[in-house]
Structures are given as structure tokens and as C-alpha cells.
């Protein structure tokens, strides 16, 4: 642990509307695949801490599920409930924008962010993307209007652009303390956690459209030994017909969800990897809060 006074450490909020690009962020800034991306929203579940030290600060990002209104599965409950405890205790939030739209869902999220005390930057990302209409200044103009205590940062969360400048924004606000992690600590997840995290992100990579997010993984054991991990999860799906989408035609599509997981897998903890992969049917449990709890996801009231 660092003691010298002068640096910096807090806890960062992201916040936004899904797919603005939240878990993209996260990932660049740590410069490491914590969080899972993907072009279907919902695909980001759990806050996940996701840790930056350098010389100056200790910077602790909290990725939030994104916010969900209007649906009553108890799944959408239980992320909303994560996403509001993200916006109590953080130094900072940052609430990320996509650069050239502002809908009904930022509108709403926007009232959340700024009915807090906490300071917050603006980032408006995909900066890169060409837009026919270059809407970008005037969308500058309209938020800093709207919201002149915020702090504005434009950026490429996908091409790294200007991520030194929203760091170094952040840093300017957290509070002068002690790091609360070691420096070399990028996560507060478990390796089992990250794990089937991987297998999840391949699944919606390899599925997209075809399957809801009502998937999960269960991993059911997970052994260390010395050259090698043997790793056996389980994917629970709702319906029979997702069983047989998920497996695929002779086995061929869980067969490659498994061999792409399982090279993450050993980037990641660095050893090779025996990964076996199940698919269960396990009808309602996304509907289902105490099922839900069995799996992992912890109810907070
Ligand atoms: P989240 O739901 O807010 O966590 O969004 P994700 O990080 O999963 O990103 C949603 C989609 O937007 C993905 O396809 C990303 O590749 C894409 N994306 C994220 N950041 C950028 C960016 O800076 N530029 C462009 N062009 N695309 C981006
Ligand atoms: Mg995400």
C-alpha cells in the first residue's frame, strides 16, 4: 500500500445508457479485458471494480449494468438496484454519452446522475465514428448549457482518443488518501468470476440476436494445478430450443464458444486450460429473484 501524501484515490461511477460504450471504456483505461463488450445491450451484469494505479492515483471504476426502465423481470430489478448503489458512495461519476445521440433513456439516466451532490464529467464518446451531420459541437454546446457545473470530455473509448484527458480530469477531483489496493490489483473479481464472464461474452458474440440474455453461467468446479486449469461450466439457458441453438449443429457452435473462452481463458490466467462446457435447461430463472440469488446475483435491500 502506498502512503505518500499528495496522491490521490476514489471511487469512479461509469454510468450511461447501454451500448454508449461503458464497458469499452473501462477496458481501455485499464488497458486489460475486465469488463465484456459487445453490440447487444444488457450484456454487463455485475459492477465490476476495475482498478488503476499509477504514480499519482489510485483511480477504482465501478462498470454499471447500465440502467433498465420500464421492465419487470426480476433481473432488470436486480440491475437497476446495482446500477443506483453505484451513484451513492463514489467520488466521481462519469457519465458517458454517445456523440450524437440523446434519447429519451439519457434523459432519464441524466436526472439520476445530477440529482447527486457528486461531481461529474460528461464523456462523450465514439468521437471517432464520421456522422453525416457534424452534430458534435452543438451537442457540446446543448450539454454544457444544460449542465454548466459538468465537466465535458470528449473521447474514443474504442481508439484510446483523449483517455489521458478524462483520467487526468478524474484524478483533479478524487480526494487526497492512501490507496485502498495494491498496486498491482486490477480487479475485485475472482478468477472464477472473470471466467465465466468469457464464456458468456463468447456466447453473445457467437449467438448476437439469436439468443435473449436470459443465459448464465454457472462454473461448477475450477482446479489449479501446476501447468494446467481444469475448468467445468455450466450454461444455463430457458428454453429447449435455446439448448439445442447454444449446441448447434453436431455440437459445432458450443464446440467453438468453448475453444475461443478457453484462449481467453489462458491469456488471462496465464496457464493452459481444460475447459469443459454443459448446457442445461433451467426453465424461468431469469423471472425468478431466489433462483437468481443461488446464482450468484445478491438482492441489496
Ligand atoms: P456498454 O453497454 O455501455 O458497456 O457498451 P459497450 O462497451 O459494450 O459498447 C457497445 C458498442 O459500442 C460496442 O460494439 C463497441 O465496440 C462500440 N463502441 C464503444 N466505444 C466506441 C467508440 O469510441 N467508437 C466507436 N465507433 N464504437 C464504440
Ligand atoms: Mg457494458
Redesign the pocket.
Known amino acids: 500500500m502506498k502512503k505518500n501524501r499528495g496522491k490521490k484515490c476514489g471511487y469512479v461511477a461509469i454510468i ?10 473501462l ?1 481501455h483505461i485499464l488497458g486489460s479485458k475486465l ?5 447487444k ?4 451484469r455485475h459492477n465490476l471494480l476495475g482498478i488503476k494505479t499509477t504514480e499519482d492515483a489510485q483511480i477504482i471504476f465501478v ?1 454499471t449494468p ?1 440502467m433498465h426502465f420500464n421492465q419487470k423481470k426480476a433481473l432488470n430489478r436486480y440491475m437497476n438496484q446495482e446500477a443506483e448503489s453505484a451513484l451513492k458512495d463514489v467520488d466521481v461519476i462519469v457519465f ?1 454519452v454517445d456523440r450524437d445521440t440523446w434519447n429519451e433513456t439519457d434523459k432519464i439516466v441524466a436526472e439520476e446522475v445530477f440529482k447527486s451532490e457528486i461531481p461529474v464529467i460528461i464523456t462523450i ?5 464520421i456522422s453525416p451531420n457534424n452534430g458534435l459541437i452543438s451537442h457540446i454546446q446543448a450539454l454544457s448549457d444544460q449542465y454548466p457545473n459538468a465537466i465535458i470530455v470528449p ?5 484510446g ?1 483523449q483517455l489521458d484527458i478524462l483520467e487526468s480530469e478524474i484524478t483533479k477531483i478524487l480526494p487526497v488518501g492512501e490507496y485502498f489496493f495494491p498496486d498491482e490489483q486490477i480487479t475485485d473479481k475472482t478468477e472464477r468470476f472473470l471466467v465465466a464472464e468469457l464464456v458468456r461474452e463468447k456466447i453473445t458474440r457467437q449467438l448476437g440476436a439469436e439468443l435473449p440474455y436470459e443465459t448464465t453461467i454457472e462454473i461448477e468446479s475450477f482446479k489449479h494445478e501446476k501447468k494446467i486449469c481444469y475448468i467445468n461450466a455450466l450454461i444455463l439457458v430457458e428454453r429447449e430450443g435455446q439448448k439445442i441453438i447454444m449446441i448447434g449443429d453436431k455440437g459445432e457452435r458450443l464446440k467453438k464458444i468453448g475453444q475461443e473462452a478457453r484462449l481467453d481463458m489462458e491469456r488471462l490466467l496465464e496457464k493452459k486450460v481444460m475447459l469443459t462446457l454443459w448446457v442445461k435447461v433451467k426453465r424461468g430463472w431469469s423471472d425468478d429473484t431466489r433462483a437468481l440469488q443461488s446464482l450468484g446475483y445478491k438482492s441489496k435491500d
Open positions: 450511461g445508457r447501454p451500448n454508449v460504450g461503458k464497458s469499452t471504456l477496458n469488463s465484456i463488450t459487445s453490440r445491450p444488457q450484456t454487463t462498470d447500465g458517458v464518446n465514439k468521437f471517432d465514428k473521447v474514443s473509448a474504442l481508439y482518443n
